[in-house]
């Protein structure tokens, strides 16, 4: 019998996120985890007449792929791919975890070489700017080791916070998504930050629920040569595989010209991954009520109450800085007091203090009004 939680989660990602409806093509890529997690997604989606396309993956096959595959097979199966993702109107792309850092041993220039052949072209061009997608995590004993829970207490966590009212978040966001389209400045301060940036004329996006579960952010992306200064980020991060801690930034005309972390060598290659990577993608303000310590899952991490994150790399088209990279990755720098603190502010007004929205127009976006 299926946990009637995941029959819920179905029903989320095909009405809320996907919107799916009769005669579209929703692909389903489902990476580690149960087949009745695919199974009930197929249900839910053929139940409102629409076609699944499924695809189910192994990481660990995927780590032998990516380390001994030739780059000539990696371009060929990004082609594939593309193919594929160009016959959809909809995507849902669902990993469990049996190891977090599976890819870690992969070398950086393999990686590079997936990233520019198979998921560029495949993601970055083809399924975000041109299907709706949503993208999620399915609980794990490794996901809940990451969030030092037990197994039960994850799982639980898991369906609360994947399962939320994302209708009210979403009417929630419309205030900050004004703030946002009418700012010029953008001040952020705290322990080992002090940055600034301008947002003006780049598009503000709302997400609740309709690219990522769980989700709880609004994104949109410095102007690219305007951003200066440090900021230092004090949630641990996972990219390629490769744990992360202490990442620091420092930006010049909009460029990162120094960076450290515990493995900085590491960093420095992705940083070098090609001209883009060096400059920032994206800034986002995040709010979900349920999420509020970093596990180096990023879809939950970038999501926690009284966090900012700023994504090294490639620009989102509806938010386009027209910074063009292979990478795209976020990191997370939590303002609630107990991490430090840190202020957020528009034009030289702090809307946002320890992590609290501090300003009439934002305060529904607390966790007191969205739980």
């Known amino acids: 019998m299926t ?9 989320v990602i095909v009405h809320h996120s996907l919107r799916l409806t009769s005669g579209e093509t929703v692909l389903i890529e489902a990476f580690d985890v149960p ?37 000539q097979a990696i371009a060929l199966a990004g082609e594939v791919e593309r193919f594929r993702m160009e016959q959809v109107q909809a995507y849902v792309g669902i990993r469990g975890s049996h190891n977090i850092t599976e890819l870690s041993d992969v070398p950086a220039d393999r990686l590079d070489a997936y990233q ?15 299907t709706r997608w949503v993208v999620l995590r399915y609980p794990s004993p490794a996901m809940a080791q990451q969030a030092e829970m037990s197994s039960e207490a994850f799982t639980d966590f898991f369906f609360r916070v994947c399962t939320l009212d994302y209708g009210r978040m979403l009417a929630a966001t419309a205030a900050l998504r004004a703030r946002m389209e009418r700012t010029d400045r953008v001040h952020l301060t705290g322990p080992g930050t002090d940055l600034t940036f301008s947002i003006r004329g780049i598009p503000a996006v709302p ?6 579960l769980p989700d709880g952010e609004c994104f949109t992306a410095p102007v690219r040569e305007s951003v200066e ?3 230092t980020f004090n949630a641990p991060t996972i990219y390629q595989g490769v744990p992360f801690t202490g990442v620091r930034l420092t930006f010049r005309q909009g460029r990162v010209v120094e ?46 109450a009284g966090s900012l994150h700023l994504a090294l790399g490639n620009a989102y088209q509806e938010a386009d800085n027209g910074n063009r990279s292979a990478v795209h990755w976020d990191l997370v720098l939590v303002q609630r007091p107990e991490w430090g603190g840190g202020e957020v502010a528009f034009d030289g007004e702090v809307i946002r203090k320890g992590g609290i929205f501090v300003v009439p127009d934002l305060v529904s976006l607390n966790p007191e009004h969205l739980a």
Not at 116 to 130: I, T
Not at 274 to 301: C, K, T
Request: glycine content about 6%.
């Open 35 to 71: 087949e009745a997690v695919p199974g009930t997604l197929i249900r839910a989606a053929a139940a409102v007449g629409a076609r699944p396309l499924v695809s189910v993956k192994q990481n660990a096959v995927l780590r032998e792929l990516y380390r001994a595959a030739p780059v």
């Open 207 to 212: 997400c609740g629920g309709r690219r990522n």
């Open 3 to 11: 946990d009637p939680r995941l029959d819920r989660l179905a029903e």
């Open 259 to 304: 960076a450290t972390a515990d493995k900085q060598e590491r960093l420095n290659a992705v940083l070098d991954s090609d001209p883009g990577a060096r400059f920032l993608g994206e800034f986002s303000l995040a709010f979900n009520p349920y999420i509020l310590q970093p596990m180096r899952d990023v879809l939950f991490d970038e999501k926690i």
């Open 229 to 231: 200064g440090i900021i």
């Open 116 to 130: 520019r052949h198979w998921w560029k072209p495949v993601h970055l061009e083809v399924r975000v700017p041109r």
